[in-house]
C-alpha cells in the first residue's frame, strides 16, 4: 500500500521553526521528485518546495524563499522540511507529495499524505 505520513506539525510562536517530516511506505522516495504543498483556510492548495531524487536540486515557492529548506535521507525513505521564521501567513495544512510524473515546479504529484497542520500564534 503506497502511503505518504506527515508529522511535525504543531502550534509555534511568531518567528519560531518546525521540522516537518514526510516518510513514506509502500514506495521508494528516491525515484521520483518529492514536494511540499500547503493549504491556508479560504485558499487554495500552493506549492511550497520540492527536491529531485537524483541530483538533489530545490525549488521553492517566491513566498517562503529563505526561511523554508526541503531535504531528504534516502535511507530513511523520508522527507524533511525545515520551516524557520515562521509567518502568520505560513499556518496551513502541509501536504507531501510525489508520483511518476511529480516536478520540481509543483506540478505532476499524484500521491498525497494528509497533511499536518502548522499553527503559528502571536
Known amino acids: 500500500q503506497l502511503q505518504l505520513v506527515e508529522s511535525g506539525g504543531g502550534l509555534v510562536q511568531l518567528g519560531g521553526s518546525l521540522r516537518l517530516t514526510c516518510a513514506a511506505s509502500g514506495l521508494s522516495l528516491d525515484k521520483h521528485a518529492i514536494g511540499w504543498f500547503r493549504q491556508a483556510p479560504g485558499k487554495e492548495r500552493e506549492f511550497v518546495a520540492a527536491i529531485s531524487p537524483y541530483t538533489g536540486a530545490t525549488n521553492y515557492a517566491d513566498s517562503v524563499g529563505g526561511r523554508i529548506t526541503i531535504s531528504r535521507d534516502n535511507a530513511k525513505n523520508t522527507v524533511f522540511l525545515q520551516m524557520n521564521s515562521l509567518k502568520r501567513e505560513d499556518a496551513a495544512v502541509y501536504y507531501c507529495?510525489?508520483?511518476?510524473?511529480?516536478?520540481?515546479?509543483?506540478?505532476?504529484?499524484?500521491?498525497w499524505g494528509r497533511g499536518t497542520q502548522v499553527t503559528v500564534s502571536s
Open positions: 507529495a510525489t508520483g511518476p510524473s511529480a516536478r520540481l515546479g509543483g506540478s505532476g504529484y499524484s500521491i
